[in-house]
């Protein structure tokens, strides 16, 4: 797995073999990345809207800027904000990180009119060129994402839409412009082998949002029932591209922002990639069960090209098992504004000093003076650069559980060993008030019965610790450890317990310690540490933790 993972393998045109991605020598690449959200498709919730409608996709934002700050200063703006907002340093900094692929997401406005007949924007192929020139110069493969097709092909905020309709499937001037679009862009890009493939279209046909009198789905508001233009438009824009392209790889994604996979009933494309999304679920094997069921049948690659915005405790149980399981990942977005109390990005973008009179003023309040918009305004465009934001090592490390990774004790590892034993052992199946890894039997304990929901796809892992009593046994996988890399497992006893600690460095024993904790007949939970236990130098570093006797609960293991 390590390898295909190498920023030297990004080399030549990627093409699909044996449901794999693969480059130009036959090797195969598992993509690792991020996507550049809010660069060339602005979001509201990237910009801190405080849930403003007004100011909920790229259309609105603009209009907000310009009554804000004047029709000549916005324009000057938008030039400057495309040319801060990613940068060389963003793509420099993505493959020191040793990331090797970057999805862009665009909106067709920036490429071509919402006129009469085909108008094209050059605005928009130079800003593509101008990254994919820096992808090509870092070793950094390129997605190109319609995240905002003609018309808009999801009917929410996120395809800058009208009127949230995905008019691309109503509308056959919208339909015959995204389907020009590809085959103009297939023409511009189809030499360059820095350019992975092209993301069709990003989260086509959203779930219903109206419910009728008894709660249920209102099937008018099913955008589900396009389906069938869903797959007429990808049949279209193949065959456009494939007039002029026979290189690059496909990604295509199902309904209902990405995660129902009922269009993959065929294959499209011998270079087709099955794209799906995951926010908000629990982090174990049973959310990519159904998309690995899709490869099999068409033998094609899975890609989890858009996932993220949640805790980093929930990336480092998330993506190292999608590697695990050969699924490459880009995590959305590289950076944004955001609060301080989560940080789930790599880069956080600092809040300008009086941002919240901006969104004040799309929430219906006083409009700021021309004077003090272009202040605020002029304070983003300085933090959104690279070097004036804050870093997050924890984030970076988390997606590959590295050094300087915290890991809930309740995402052990799953998936069978070598051997084909379970890597884990319980005394029973326990019945757990989550459904959260109800496949292994494990006693999920609500630790943390009060804890608030903290943002809207908190799956509210962080309240729960893992019951162990005496017999049973779980294991953990960290990765790249160096000598000087140390260990913490914290947790809760009642009364005394005895655990022991092994450590196995790429399947070989380094070392086993015991540890007694707890009073003997108390009933009071009491917390316990073990602190900066030494780890080998290894690529790969598990854990066994069993109970030799007593009862705990284990809550984290922070590498460090």
């Known amino acids: 797995m390590k390898d295909a993972l190498k920023r030297e393998r990004v080399k030549g045109f990627l093409h699909v073999r044996d449901g794999r991605i693969v480059n130009e020598d036959g090797e195969e690449v598992l993509l690792t990345g991020w996507g550049l959200g809010n660069y060339l498709l602005c979001e509201g919730y990237m910009w801190l809207n405080d849930g403003a409608n007004r100011m909920d996709r790229p259309r609105r934002i603009e209009n907000i800027v310009r009554e804000c700050a004047g029709s000549e200063y ?23 990180l040793g990331y090797n ?16 007949g085909l108008q094209w924007v050059e605005e928009g192929f130079l800003l593509l060129d101008r990254v994919i020139d820096f992808c090509e110069k870092y070793g950094v493969y390129a997605f190109i994402d319609l995240h905002g097709a003609p018309g808009g092909q999801t009917g929410a905020n996120i395809d800058d839409s009208i009127d949230d309709l995905p008019r691309l499937f109503i509308d056959r001037d919208s339909y015959d412009k995204g389907v020009a679009l590809w085959k103009k862009l297939a023409e511009r890009y189809k030499d360059r082998s820095i350019v992975a493939g092209y993301d069709i279209l990003n989260e086509p046909l959203r779930s219903p949002r109206k419910t009728l009198p008894d709660g249920t789905p209102d099937p008018e508001d099913d955008m ?21 392209d026979p290189n690059h790889l496909l990604s295509l994604e199902g309904h209902r922002w990405a995660t129902d996979p009922a269009v993959f009933d065929h294959s499209f494309d011998p270079e087709m990639v099955i794209h799906f999304h995951r926010y908000a679920c629990h982090p174990g094997p049973e959310v990519y069960t159904e998309y690995l069921e899709r490869q099999d ?27 695990e399981l050969s699924i490459g990942f880009n995590i959305w977005p590289w950076k944004k504004l955001s609060e301080r109390h989560v940080q789930n990005n790599p880069y956080r973008i600092k809040t300008p ?28 465009l300085e933090n959104m650069k690279l070097e ?10 988390s997606l590959f559980r590295r050094p300087g990774t915290t890991l809930r004790a309740t995402d052990f590892d799953e998936l069978p060993l070598a051997d ?53 046994s779980v294991r953990y996988s960290f990765y790249d450890i160096a000598s000087g890399n140390t260990l913490d497992i914290t947790g809760f ?18 070392k086993t310690s015991e540890y007694a904790f707890g009073v003997q007949k108390s009933t009071a939970s009491e917390a316990f540490a073990i602190r900066d236990l030494p780890l080998p130098d290894t690529e790969k570093l598990t854990v066994l933790i069993e109970v030799l006797d007593g009862c705990l609960e284990l809550e984290e293991l922070i590498l460090k």
Not at 464 to 470: A, D, M, V
């Open 74 to 96: 916005a324009e000057a703006f938008w030039k400057k904000y495309r040319e801060n907002y990613i940068t060389e340093a963003d793509i420099r900094r993505m493959a020191e």
């Open 101 to 116: 692929s970057v999805r862009i997401p665009i909106t067709s406005r920036l490429f071509i009119k919402e006129e009469p």
């Open 224 to 244: 589900a029932k396009y389906l069938p233009e869903l797959s007429g438009f990808y049949r279209d824009a193949i065959a456009a591209i494939r007039e002029v």
């Open 297 to 323: 049948a068409l033998k094609a690659p899975l890609w989890l090209g858009e996932t993220g915005e949640n805790y980093p405790e929930w990336y480092a149980a998330m993506y190292p098992l999608a590697l």
């Open 353 to 380: 000093k009086n941002w919240k009179k901006i969104t004040d003023y799309a929430n219906g309040g006083v409009r700021p003076s021309y004077e003090e918009a272009q202040e605020i305004f002029d304070e983003f």
């Open 388 to 397: 004036n934001c804050e870093f997050s090592e924890k984030v970076h490390a």
């Open 420 to 472: 084909g034993s379970l890597p884990y052992a319980f005394n029973k199946a326990y019945e757990n008030d989550t459904p959260y890894r109800k496949n292994t039997g494990a006693h999920l304990v609500n630790h943390y019965p009060d804890a608030a929901r903290m943002f809207a796809f908190d799956t509210m892992m962080m309240r729960y610790t893992l019951g162990l009593e005496k017999g049973e």
């Open 493 to 510: 006893t009642k009364g005394c317990v005895r655990l022991s600690v092994t450590l196995l460095a790429d399947g070989t024993t380094k």
